[in-house]
Nanobody, 115 residues
Framework: QVQVVESGGGLVQPGGSLRLSCAAS????????MSWYRQAPENQRELVAT???????NYADSVKGRFTISRDNAKNTLYLQMNSLKPEDTAVYLC?????????WGQGTQVTVSS
């Protein structure tokens, strides 16, 4: 069982920045593929970004060039740097840890982009 806990959400104006963090309890954090998802009210859960065990990253088209996913295996922590935020980025952001058929989710952190 892996526990993941997100933090760093909040209210930000359009054009602003936030950095989300996800702390994982995994004994061997480095073996997990880590991802950020988001879910807005009445919308399906959307994959935002993924980082592999080797550091390979992938992004949704809607966030390319604005968001950066990274991981610090020594600290068992995943990050999402979000720049140039838009109102449509408003959602609950969730951290996911995956290994084989195993998937672990956090409770999420709210990001609201509004003036």
């Amino acid at each position: 069982q892996v526990q993941v806990v997100e933090s760093g959400g909040g209210l930000v104006q359009p054009g602003g920045s936030l950095r989300l963090s996800c702390a994982a309890s995994a004994t061997i954090f480095s073996i997990y593929t880590m991802s950020w998802y988001r879910q807005a009210p009445e919308n399906q859960r959307e994959l935002v970004a993924t980082i592999s065990t080797y550091g390979t990253t992938n992004y949704a088209d809607s966030v390319k060039g604005r968001f950066t996913i990274s991981r610090d295996n020594a600290k068992n922590t995943l990050y999402l740097q979000m720049n140039s935020l838009k109102p449509e980025d408003t959602a609950v952001y969730l951290c996911n840890a995956a290994y084989g058929s195993l998937n672990f989710w956090g409770q999420g952190t709210q990001v609201t982009v509004s003036s």
